[in-house]
């Protein structure tokens, strides 16, 4: 039996999951001058192959808060171009050069930083809270309207009442089981292998795929090293590594041929993580007083990496659409699905475009079936024409549909962004049970 105690604490929005939709959700209604609690149930950010493709999208909203600037301060890497080789052996470029931004690229930050970033920004406004070390593990359910949750901490059980409550809990989202909403699953039909190699400086700062008769890779520039994405069948896993990691460096060092004297550098199946794939979507996804985003709501396919942008999408339509009747004190469902109205045709071509390209790039290759080559010479010359050429950068750069920022600034923040980077990677940022008494 769970004892919870009754901890005295409401605020406007509670918001479980600190990842890239719950941070900016977070600071987006603190900056509107609500108050909003973070929940993350790990100590830190730093977990390793993670999105951390920045596009220019997620930049243009950053530099609608004034935080593009200081943001690209970090150590990051920017990519103009993207190479792709098809399973026929052409080589198809994209690049984001000639697209009307003031980033006209992607910028290669990990994970941990950004979230770093956008809560020691949230952290200046007297409303934004987050709780590290902190498991959702329900919701509070009364009369049919979500009035919170209920956490886990190193102290016991606790919840909090909110006015909304939104999960941002990833794609095995608590919240959304909780909450009883329907999950429509597809079944894309890839999973993916993750490693490192070295890079050496001389080599180009790019993004590639490379592919042949039954294998497949995604190169991703990370300044000191090659994120590299190995792509299986569904399920293969345990074959792959069944088969020896010696066969296993063979493979990689043909398809890679550039990389084959660093193969070497896999000693064991430690280095080596699974990332399974998947892509659904949540029929409704709201129910009153609770909202997901994210993950939460459709998790998407790494194809084009474009989740992260998609998810900080979310949480900007989402802040522009509650932040004012949170400030009322009433939230109706209508404003809940007015959300989902804006955010879902995006999500779901967003959805599509990747089953297609998940067809045209991996089916041949995962069933090693070479593929002809006439539709891919076709595909090479439509993307030489100018304004078809810029459609799949436009696609990877911006969405389907870009939101901008429209949630006011009327919490005045403190003239230097806190401490919460270090508080946070050492586990120790927390809040007292009376912050918002």
Known sequence: MIVVAEDDIRVDCCIAGCGPAGAMLGL???????????????????????????HPSTLEILDELDLAERFLQLPHSEVSFLTARTPAGLDIDFSFRGLKTRFPFIAFVPQWDFLDFITDEAARYPGFQLKMNAEVVDLIQEGGVVRGLTYRDGTGAHKIRARLTVGADGRSSRTREAAGLRVIATSPPMDVLWFRLSRRPEEPETIAMRSGPGKAAILIDRRDYWQIGYIIPKGDAEKVRAAGLAPFRRTLAELIPDLADRVDELQEWEQVKLLTVRSDRLARWYTRGYLAIGDAAHAMSPVAGVGI?????????????????????????????????????????????????????????????????????????????????????????????????????????????????????????????????
């Open 28 to 54: 987006l209604l603190a900056r509107a001058g609500l108050k909003v609690l973070v929940l993350e149930k790990h100590g830190d950010f730093l977990r390793d192959f993670r999105g951390d493709t920045i």
């Open 309 to 437: 942008n998609i998810a900080i999408q979310d949480a900007v339509v989402a802040a522009n659409v509650l932040w004012e009747p949170l400030r009322r004190g009433r939230i109706s469902t209508r404003d809940l699905a007015q959300v989902q109205h804006q955010r879902e045709l995006s999500v779901r071509l967003t959805q599509a475009v990747q089953a297609v390209i998940q067809q045209m790039f991996f089916k041949a290759v995962l069933t090693s079936v070479k593929p002809p080559l006439l539709p891919q010479k076709v595909l090479r010359a439509l993307l030489g024409v100018p304004v078809v050429g810029d459609l799949p950068a436009r696609f990877v750069a911006f969405g389907i549909c870009r939101p901008h920022v429209a949630s006011p600034a009327l919490a005045e923040p403190a003239a230097q962004p806190g401490t919460a980077r270090n508080a946070a990677r050492n586990g120790t940022r927390r809040i007292a049970p009376s912050s918002f008494a």
